[in-house]
């Protein structure tokens, strides 16, 4: 009883008071239980606003961040879905749950293995974790999604994500250095065209390896 009354009190005074008002993302996160992919000693922290520590220095995203991030991507019955940063599997088991076909990359071998054990517990089957470098050469394939979820930031934009997009796909990323960063909905319109919408502003770690600007020496 105290997850269920804990679990709406995040929705309502976390998730929808940041503008996450479709309902199929709010039934989403009612239903994938959040406390099976908090590590056990923070399990009584599952519905809080605050970053809960995952282990290697990484921590997991906010329930605002992962509704917003839900919402954009606008994930439907069937869809092809890249995530680049599966942490504990919270997010992975969200798109899923959302109908998404999920392929999920992680760099680090032991958070990975923790997400495959989230997400077994959880008995979510469409997710596929891979222990990978997403910026390292060959390990974005030809494959193309109708969405990718990026759950760090970047210093800079990478091409190979708009260009792994289907047409009508829609890419979630946040870009910048600290202290001014920006998520974006990125929406493929054509082979050739992209729109870029700015959707608020947050500060987020970046991920391992992402592309960063090239350092100015004298």
Do not use: K
């Amino acid at each position: 009883m105290y997850n269920e009354a804990a679990r709406e009190q995040m929705i309502h005074q976390q998730v929808r008071a940041w503008d996450v008002l479709d309902e199929r993302v709010l039934e989403t996160m009612r239903r994938v239980p959040r406390e099976r992919f908090v590590p056990s000693q923070y399990r009584d922290l599952a519905f809080a606003d605050t970053a809960i520590p995952m282990g290697a220095g990484e921590h997991m995203l906010s329930p605002q961040l992962v509704g917003r991030l839900l919402q954009a991507l606008s994930v439907t019955e069937g869809a092809a879905v890249l995530e680049i940063g599966t942490g504990t599997g919270f997010v992975s088991a969200c798109l899923a749950a959302l109908g998404g076909n999920v392929r999920t990359l992680e760099i680090n071998p032991d958070i990975a293995a923790m997400a495959r054990a989230n997400l077994a517990d959880a008995r979510i089957t469409n997710v596929e974790v891979i222990t990978a470098d997403a910026f390292a050469a060959g390990a974005l394939d030809s494959q193309r999604y109708d969405a990718i979820a990026v759950t760090g930031s970047m210093p800079l934009g990478d091409e190979r994500l708009r260009q792994a997009l289907l047409p009508g796909g829609r890419l979630f990323v946040v870009v910048g250095s600290a202290p001014i960063m920006r998520a974006h909905r990125i929406t493929r319109v054509s082979d050739t065209e992209w729109r870029n919408e700015t959707l608020f502003e947050t500060v987020l770690p970046a991920l391992h390896n992402a592309p960063r600007p090239v350092a100015f020496t004298f």
